[in-house]
């Protein structure tokens, strides 16, 4: 968190929570009282079955993003076999699938790279899902950005190999790091 209250990471490590079960998983550590939180869980508190990986969090702490392929995140939907883009609310504890497609559907590839605004509304990540949005066409890496509460993704990118979106403090600037230009 921009306070540095709220310290997010993934680890493999088993020792950190009793939730574990030996993937890789994402935490978030309150180093003002010292409580280390699971936060790669679904809805009855069990962790992912598949790893979870590379984090972001918003600035007051509330809302992490991640990247996991556990398929026992959403429920029984989850058929894709892809790495998804989740949003925890940490207030409420929902978990939300950000990367989806037209009308709800799972994306057809992987999504990586993930971060979040500030306030925790916008979400940028990277996928070679060509499901996404109407406009893509291509199995390349794009990055797209998601209006938490908005009606869906847009793409910000063309192809290429875009691998990390990054939001300026704040969260009004949104940087790629990665090939083309955007």
Same mark, same amino acid.
Do not use: H, P
């Given at each position: 968190? /921009?306070?540095? #209250?709220? =310290? =997010?990471? &993934?680890?493999?490590?088993?020792?950190?929570?009793? +939730?574990e079960n030996g993937h #890789?998983?994402?935490? $978030?550590r309150d180093m003002e009282v010292d409580v280390t939180t699971l936060v790669s869980i679904n809805r009855l508190g069990n962790a992912a079955n598949h790893r979870s990986d590379l984090p972001g969090i918003s600035e007051?702490?509330?809302?992490?993003?991640?990247?996991?392929? /556990?398929?026992? *995140?959403?429920? /029984?939907?989850?058929?894709?076999? $892809?790495?998804?883009?989740? $949003? #925890?609310?940490?207030?409420?504890?929902? *978990? +939300? *699938? $950000? &990367? =989806?497609? *037209?009308?709800?559907? +799972?994306?057809t590839r992987d999504s990586g790279i993930c971060d979040i605004s500030g306030n925790g509304r916008f979400v940028a990540f990277d996928s070679a899902a060509p499901n996404l949005t109407a406009a893509d066409s291509d199995q390349n890496d794009d990055v797209f950005l998601l209006n938490v509460a908005g009606p869906g993704a847009r793409r910000l990118t063309d192809g290429g190999q875009h691998w990390v979106p990054q939001f300026a403090p704040g969260g009004s600037e949104l940087a790629v790091q990665g090939g083309k230009d955007i």
């Open positions: 968190s /921009a306070d540095g #209250r709220w =310290v =997010v990471f &993934s680890s493999t490590a088993n020792s950190i929570t009793a +939730e #890789r998983s994402i935490f $978030v007051d702490g509330r809302y992490i993003c991640f990247n996991s392929g /556990a398929t026992n *995140l959403k429920g /029984a939907r989850d058929q894709n076999k $892809v790495s998804d883009i989740f $949003v #925890r609310d940490m207030t409420t504890t929902r *978990l +939300e *699938l $950000v &990367s =989806v497609g *037209l009308n709800g559907a +799972e994306a």
